[in-house]
């Protein structure tokens, strides 16, 4: 099932799903959007809904068209772990396909005060969600720290969507098939 709370006159922001540690910044989210957007996120028990009905390909079709469909952008909210996670790259990978029926999100990344970079001047790579990481530097989306104020949260989501309009998403860093382990991520060369 998919949570949602928006009444309809407001632009629809889906809310990646966090890992367990990182979850009561999504009631902070919705919260901070209330009054000016809605939200969408899927919970708990649709995922493992999600992820026992086949293979990966359609888990994504799924999460496009049962969950994200007509949302205006996808914000990530990036805790220590969230990287390691396939659902995070399924769902970002899903709002970013380009399709003829259904116009790609814009992307938001969030840095957590949960994440070891948050309120540094850089961070490391490798541990931002690589599907993310890609789109930021092919500047598609927009990353920045977490923040408590409704105002440059709003700013933030506009200027991903201004992003989104003038530049296409890129999509092609392998799916992940299950979640990562280790300390960071890292894309292998051919033959390595």
């Known amino acids: 099932m998919t949570t949602a709370t ?33 939200t969408r996120r899927i919970g708990q028990a649709a995922w493992r809904d999600l992820e026992r009905d086949g293979p990966c390909a359609e888990l994504r079709r799924r999460i496009r068209e049962e969950h994200q469909l007509g949302c205006m952008a996808v914000v990530v909210l990036i805790g220590a772990d969230t990287w390691r996670l396939r659902r995070t790259d399924w769902e970002i990978s899903a709002a970013i396909r380009i399709r003829d029926d259904e116009p790609h999100k814009a992307l938001l990344g969030l840095l957590l005060p949960t994440h070891p970079d948050f ?10 969600p690589p599907r993310l990481y890609e789109n930021v530097v092919a500047t598609y ?25 003038n530049e296409l998403p890129v999509n092609t860093f392998p799916h992940f098939t299950q979640d990562f382990t280790g300390d960071r991520w890292r894309r292998l060369s051919p033959g390595a």
């Not at 632009?11 to 957007?37: H, M, N, Q």
Request: charged share 25%; net charge negative; aromatic share 8%.
């Open 6 to 38: 928006s009444p309809s006159h407001l632009p629809i922001v889906f809310i990646s799903t966090p890992t367990e540690a990182d979850a009561p910044f999504v009631a902070r989210l919705e919260g901070l959007l209330a009054g000016r957007f809605g």
């Open 119 to 128: 309120g540094r001047p850089s961070y490391d790579l490798g541990r931002i």
């Open 141 to 165: 989306a927009r990353l920045a720290d977490w923040t408590d104020d409704p105002e440059l949260l709003a700013g933030l989501l506009e200027d991903a969507e201004t992003r989104a309009v």
